[in-house]
């Protein structure tokens, strides 16, 4: 099961992406992981609206749901020039942003592809690890711990 949408670039158009996220969780019988790939995929589309558009609303981002080995998958894709993604999504980093760091948190794999302008985060539904998790919840609060000093 696979669905796509195309959002003029424009941060208001982000309560439609969670609305779709929405909806395809629960299609796809996997309501109790809404809140984890609706965070990724707000933040994968707010950083291609801003950062990989301008916010230019000449522009579009694509924005693509679907099930894959197991669990779900975003992926999206702006109209920008892209951008070197190897330079992003570290605790180092995070002078530069937290938004690629908080999607690489949440999703079991994440990857770029078109030069930066394609992210495609997989989350696995069969049942997460309680290891990993508590260690997704241990670098968000350090994240946060960071963020709120």
Do not use: W
Request: hydrophobic share 45%.
């Amino acid at each position: 099961m696979n669905e796509s949408f195309v959002i003029q670039s424009d941060i208001a158009n982000l309560p439609y992406v969670e609305e779709r996220v929405f909806h395809f969780c629960h299609e796809c019988h996997v309501g109790n992981y809404y809140s984890t790939v609706s965070v990724a995929a707000l933040q994968a589309a707010a950083n291609a609206i801003v950062h990989g558009n301008g916010s230019d609303a000449s522009k579009t981002v694509t924005v693509t749901l679907g099930t894959c080995r197991g669990g779900v998958f975003v992926e999206v894709e702006d109209q920008g020039a892209g951008f070197r993604f190897d330079d992003f999504g570290t605790l180092e980093s995070l002078e530069k942003g937290s938004g690629i760091f908080v999607m690489k948190s949440l999703a079991d794999r994440m990857c770029y592809s078109d030069g930066g302008r394609v992210v495609r985060m997989e989350f696995d539904i069969a049942g997460i690890d309680p290891a990993d998790a508590l260690e997704r919840a241990a670098v968000l609060q350090s994240h946060f711990a960071l963020v709120a000093a």
